[in-house]
């Protein structure tokens, strides 16, 4: 392994949002917008998923120009909120403080130029394959991460990278209320609810994830929550809303997304959640609640 306590600290000062401005190239060969094996912001083995994992084995290549900072040849998983084990990694750091993360490399097809010293890299020039040495073991497809450490942030990588075909279809799915108790009210079925705190949820799909979703109750917005952004807080990585929301606070189980909390008055209300993709495209549904 090579500078492991350097890259710590980088790590450590983590990952919000990088700059629109700044985009960067395909790592492989372009992928349909529907076609990763898995998705950022995704609930994965227990955690929520900072990588953007790509469905194929393929030449992996530099995003954008940089400096090779770091080259992890073994199969480590403490690097604080790298969730997963990475297996075989490159590090590079670009302009911005932004970093990319290729993992899941294979070892022998990593050049042998990065691994003895920093290097310079140029956009386009081959990291190797991928491989099968890391989380996903058994899969030769490459994980890659994009890491806003100005801003402590996480950034789905779709952000930044052109984007072909089309989006998964968002659907709201079952919409449930989980109240101060923990009791959960299903809206299908029951409109009638005491006044008091809620944590709304939309049933969670297993590949897609919304870039964000709004609730609002009366036509008011309550809250948004961003999910192509993740950051950490007290070494627990989450989305930002009127809160920071933990894995444990977004996905509950294995069934549901968090969407807001709020506090419900009594009278009559109509209560709206709105999933939007990547695109910004929405998807709403709207409930007529009884509040007492």
Not at 83 to 99: C, F, R
Not at 157 to 176: H, N, W, Y
Not at 248 to 273: C, E, M, R, W
């Amino acid at each position: 392994m090579k500078r492991k306590t350097a890259f710590i600290a980088s790590a450590g000062v983590l990952l919000l949002a990088a700059t629109a401005l700044y985009s960067f190239d395909w790592p492989q060969k372009e992928t349909e917008s529907d076609s990763f094996y898995s998705y950022f912001g995704q609930l994965r083995g227990g955690t929520i998923s900072s990588s953007l994992i790509f469905r194929d084995a393929s030449d992996v290549k530099a995003c954008e120009k940089g400096t090779v900072s770091v080259v992890i040849m073994d199969h480590s998983d403490d690097f604080g909120w790298f969730d997963s084990a990475l297996g075989n990694t490159i590090i590079i750091a670009h302009k911005d403080q932004l970093e990319t993360v290729y993992a899941n490399l294979d070892s022998d097809a990593i050049p042998k130029k990065f691994i003895s010293s920093t290097q310079e890299v140029k956009s386009g020039e081959s990291l190797g394959q991928s491989g099968m040495s890391g989380w996903q073991e058994g899969e030769s497809c490459l994980e890659f991460k994009v890491v806003d450490t100005k801003n402590a942030t996480a950034v789905n990588p779709r952000i930044l990278m052109p984007r072909i075909g089309r989006e998964l279809p968002l659907i709201s799915g079952q919409i449930t209320l989980a109240d101060k108790n923990g009791t959960y009210h299903n809206l299908l079925n029951e409109r009638k609810l005491p006044s008091g705190f809620y944590s709304v949820y939309r049933q969670r799909q297993e590949i897609a994830v919304p870039a964000k979703t709004i609730v609002s109750v009366n036509g008011a917005t309550v809250e948004t929550i961003s999910y192509d952004t993740l950051k950490e807080k007290n070494g627990k990585l989450g989305a930002e809303g009127n809160a920071h929301y933990a894995k444990s606070s977004i996905y509950p189980d294995g069934t549901k997304q968090l969407v807001a909390n709020i506090q419900f008055p009594k009278g009559h209300t109509t209560l709206t959640i709105t999933t939007l993709n990547i695109l910004g495209q929405s998807n709403s549904i709207s409930y007529n609640l009884d509040i007492y």
